[in-house]
T-cell receptor, first 115, second 113 residues
């Protein structure tokens, strides 16, 4: 079955350090992939998306992600983390199945940033 | 352009009651999707409405229903509330399709006592 896996539930990094959040998907065709961020008590904000084309995607707030078909991955990266990046990050994929389309989310990765 | 708005932001209900949540999409967006977010189950897709018709649905019981009006505003209804329905309910709008970028509202926090 199609799914999205975020292997890391919690990650802690120091401010200024680099960041990589992992996302693996299980899907036969080329997926529509998204990364969202959620601050406490807030809705989700889109960071970036991949539909096709260049496999390295630039997003807002200095984030980027790379689509690797061979590894079924869409990892999110940032070269230097700021304290304001502390939040929960969700990877998502659009599932096309039996006439139904829906956005499937991973379990999320909670990011803590140490000063 | 105004973002997605949801009302109310907070609700407290008791078991057995019913509740209606409202969502106003971004102007020009015709697709509205609803999600339930809980600590145990994460973010789960409830259903999607387009042109006043339910076009996609997730795996939730019939107690969860919705509708969409001609101006694309949407409501979600939960009948016979259970304790497990306590969650953050998020609404998202997109131009036409689920695969279009979805823009989320701040959510409605529902607590069932």
């Amino acid at each position: 079955a199609q799914s999205v896996t975020q292997p890391d539930i919690h990650i802690t990094v120091s401010e200024g350090a680099s960041l990589e959040l992992r996302c693996n998907y299980s899907y036969g065709a080329t997926p529509y992939l998204f990364w969202y961020v959620q601050s406490p008590g807030q809705g989700l904000q889109l960071l970036l998306k991949y539909f096709s084309g260049d496999t390295l995607v630039q997003g807002i707030k200095g984030f980027e992600a790379e689509f690797k078909r061979s590894q079924s991955s869409f990892n999110l990266r940032k070269p230097s983390v700021h304290w304001s990046d502390a939040a929960e990050y969700f990877c998502a994929v659009v599932l096309f199945s039996g006439g139904y389309n829906k956005l499937i989310f991973g379990a999320g990765t909670r990011l803590a940033v140490h000063p | 352009k105004a973002g997605v708005t949801q009302t109310p932001r907070y609700l407290i209900k008791t078991r057995g009651q019913q509740v209606t949540l409202s969502c106003s999409p971004i102007s020009g967006h015709r697709s509205v999707s609803w999600y339930q977010q809980t600590p145990g189950q994460g973010l789960q897709f409830l259903f999607e409405y387009f042109s006043e018709t339910q076009r996609n649905k997730g795996n939730f019981p019939g107690r969860f229903s919705g509708r969409q009006f001609s101006n694309s505003r949407s409501e979600m209804n939960v009948s016979t509330l259970e304790l497990g329905d306590s969650a953050l309910y998020l609404c998202a709008s997109s131009l036409n399709k689920v695969s279009d970028t979805q823009y989320f509202g701040p959510g409605t926090r529902l607590t069932v006592l």
